[in-house]
DNA sequence: ATTCTTTATCGTAATATTGCAATATTAAAT
DNA sequence: ATTTAATATTGCAATATTACGATAAAGAAT
């Protein structure tokens, strides 16, 4: 026991957590919140922009890469990183059909 | 070593991070999912609807009450669930704004 | 060729999550 | 009062995540 049932539940629910879990943790989220912020994808720049160890910061790009909410390029000797606009469009579309049903309803809370 | 570091991001992000985190299991997008299928708060009934024992649910559910993703009213002996649109909302327009931030770039990779 | 810079990987400790059986709790039904 | 039904809590094993020091890899700069 102990790990994700995931083989009980659809792809498009396992597709939503997967790139939920990738935004579940604040570094993530600002890592995501500082590639939107300059105005270009970075090379460079995003370890010392946060308040972790780089081999720290080296895992957390990877995981959002592996859930698809960022590219890397290789440029040189740095990586150039950017938004993979896909996955944030599937989650906003995602939760814009959440929301847009629960207008509909009758919430009894 | 091993915990989050929240105490180094902001609230904003940390709440966000929260959040995502929450619907970062299959499991707890399936809940979310019920809940918005069904016409109207559950009363029971979500044991059903997933593969998984009763304690796991529970555990479930308390998580995504702790993110203030559902609310729950002690109704009888049973207990009425519903989402509670405030998250989804927050996440919805944060996922908006990205969106927008996202179209005005000229990403390079 | 050597050094510097940037990023990744390995190894490992600390902590958190997932899942469930067993049990507890609480209110309804009998 | 007992039983039944619905949900929560406890305790525990299996697994995953978080963080970082040490080290590796690979191109740039000297």
Redesign the interface.
Known sequence: MGA???E???DK??S???I???????????I??YL?KV???ICGDIVNE???AQPTISQHLKELKNAGLI???IEGNSI????D?KA??K??SY??K??A??EK?????
Chains 1, 2 share one sequence.
């Open positions: 994700t049932k995931t009980n539940f659809t629910q396992n939503i957590a997967t939920a879990k990738a935004l579940g943790h604040p570094a993530r989220v600002a995501i919140e939107i105005d270009t994808c946060l308040p972790l590219k890397g390029n150039c990183y950017c938004i606009e944030i469009q989650l906003q939760f814009s959440i929301s049903g629960l309803k009758n919430n009894c809370c």
